[in-house]
């Protein structure tokens, strides 16, 4: 099914952090969501989820508001913030444990799917150890394997290789084109614009809360001119200041 987003907006005290925002994610498709810092990127992911209530606009899945029933479309939902605050008492698999009831996964299902996860992730042996002693990237493995416990339709990544070495992130770059595959839409905002150009057929691109341009990186570069995503993404988003504050950086050094 469809996730379709119509006209969403978020204000804060007025002033719009998204603002008028539209697009569609179909089964097998990766969008990519990209802009500068403060574009609005994250706002938009969290009235996906339902962490925010939009302002103006809907959110649309296989036709249905997900208002009407916000449990049933999490319930379909695989999703990994930007930052991982996790609880840190507990260990890597009490963490997937809690995730995965809440999930409603069953017990013996659960406890199977767990430990599959933490070795995939080589993780098994640190599964006892509190998340508070993970590194950055385990965490990260950890918050993946607990947006894939449930088989989501529907994923949702707010810079998902985050801390992971170049093996797991290659891994998961492939996972990705896989579940595309198999007919999950994902939404993938990223920095990280030279993985996602080798994950993403097409990009959104957002300033100051607009959609300035969503097609497909294919059309972009003849559009641009632009060989590669970064490009594209300068082009769009005015970035041609960065020569002048390296400039101005190394000057302070010096200074």
């Known amino acids: 099914m469809e996730l379709e987003i119509q006209r969403l907006t978020k204000r804060f005290n007025g002033i719009p952090a998204v603002d008028d925002v539209s697009f569609t994610i179909r089964p097998g498709e990766i969008l990519g969501y990209v802009g500068p810092n403060g574009a609005g990127k994250s706002t938009t992911v969290k009235m996906i989820i339902g962490l925010l209530e939009p302002s103006d606009g809907r959110i649309l ?111 998961v770059r492939e996972l990705l084109a896989s579940l595309a595959a198999r007919g999950k839409a994902i939404l993938y905002s990223s920095h990280v614009l030279d993985v996602m150009e080798k994950v993403c057929s097409r990009v959104l691109i957002l300033r100051k809360g607009r959609v300035l341009a969503d097609e497909s990186i294919v059309h972009l570069r003849e559009l641009t001119h632009e060989p590669s995503l970064e490009g594209i993404f300068a082009r769009f988003t005015e970035d041609d200041g960065k020569g002048l504050l390296a400039e101005r950086i190394i000057e302070a050094m010096r200074a």
């Open 61 to 171: 899945y296989g036709g249905a508001s997900i208002i009407d029933d916000l449990p049933g479309f999490q319930r379909r939902l695989g999703y990994v913030p930007e930052e991982p605050n996790l609880y840190p008492f507990l260990s890597g698999r009490e963490y997937l444990q809690l995730t995965g009831r809440l999930r409603g996964i069953g017990r013996k299902t659960l406890e199977a799917k767990i430990e599959e996860f933490l070795r995939i992730f080589s993780l098994w042996e640190d599964r006892e150890t509190p998340l508070s002693s993970y590194s950055k990237g385990m965490r990260q493995k950890i918050l993946l394997s607990a947006a894939l416990l449930h088989n989501p339709e529907v994923l949702i990544l707010d810079e998902p290789l985050s801390g992971l070495d170049v093996n797991t992130m290659v891994a």
